[in-house]
């Protein structure tokens, strides 16, 4: 079993940065993909970026060139960086490890961007 906390939310003005950290208990190496999700009040959860084990990494649309999503199998965390953030990117974050077609998610934490 797969443990994910993650950590880095807050409040911020349009244009801030934030930095989220998620840290992972277990072996890093049997984490096939590790990513984030988001969940806004009245919508569904949705991929925001994601990185696999061979470092091939994926992003929305909606935060491509403004989200950079990195992975440390060292320190068994990955992080995304999260620049120019803008009131829609308000959501409840959600750290993800796929480990054998098995889906972990850690507990979220809340994203407030502020116009």
């Known amino acids: 079993q797969v443990h994910l906390v993650e950590s880095g939310g807050g409040l911020v003005q349009a244009g801030g940065s934030l930095r989220l950290s998620c840290a992972a208990s277990?072996?890093?190496?049997?984490?096939?993909?590790m990513g984030w999700y988001r969940q806004a009040l009245g919508k569904e959860r949705e991929l925001v970026a994601s990185?696999?084990?061979?470092?091939?990494?994926r992003y929305a649309d909606s935060v491509k060139g403004r989200f950079t999503i990195s992975r440390d199998n060292t320190k068994n965390t990955v992080s995304l960086q999260m620049n120019s953030l803008k009131p829609e990117d308000t959501a409840v974050y959600f750290c993800?490890?796929?480990?054998?077609?098995?889906?972990?998610w850690g507990q979220g934490t809340q994203v407030t961007v502020s116009s």
């Open positions: 993800n490890a796929v480990v054998e077609y098995v889906w972990h």
């Open positions: 277990g072996s890093i190496g049997s984490i096939n993909v």
């Open positions: 990185v696999s084990s061979g470092a091939i990494t």
